[in-house]
């Protein structure tokens, strides 16, 4: 069983930028996708970012080009660069890995968006 830890979160003025981090407690060569998930405040969870292990990512297009994630499976890290930020990317952040029928969550970060 994997361990996943988020870092990185706080607080940020709109327009502004962040980096979130995702630390493994193992390898993470053999999950298929690792994802960045969010739930704002009052709403569903929701897949903001998805890096498969052949390299295809994908985004919602509520984040497209503003979000990027990037997995370092030397490193076993996953992180999320997030430009132009503004109040409704106030959330707190996931991280979540998955191979097969596996699901691994960590504990989340919280961003906050707000002037």
């Given at each position: 069983q994997v361990q996943l830890v988020e870092s990185g979160g706080g607080l940020v003025q709109p327009g502004g930028s962040l980096?979130?981090?995702?630390?493994?407690?193992?390898s993470i060569s053999s999950f298929k996708y690792m994802y960045w998930y969010r739930q704002r405040p009052g709403k569903e969870r929701e897949?903001?970012?998805?890096?498969?292990?052949?390299?295809?990512?994908?985004?919602?297009?509520?984040v497209r080009g503003r979000f990027t994630i990037a997995r370092d499976d030397?490193?076993?890290t996953v992180s999320l660069e997030m430009k132009n930020l503004t109040?409704?990317?106030?959330?707190?952040?996931?991280?979540?890995?998955?191979?097969?029928?596996?699901?691994?969550w960590?504990?989340?970060t919280q961003v906050t968006v707000s002037s």
């Open positions: 980096r979130l981090s995702c630390a493994a407690s193992q897949m903001v970012a998805i890096s498969s292990a052949w390299g295809h990512t994908n985004y919602p297009d509520s030397a490193k076993n109040p409704e990317d106030t959330a707190v952040y996931y991280c979540k890995a998955e191979r097969d029928s596996e699901g691994y960590g504990p989340g």
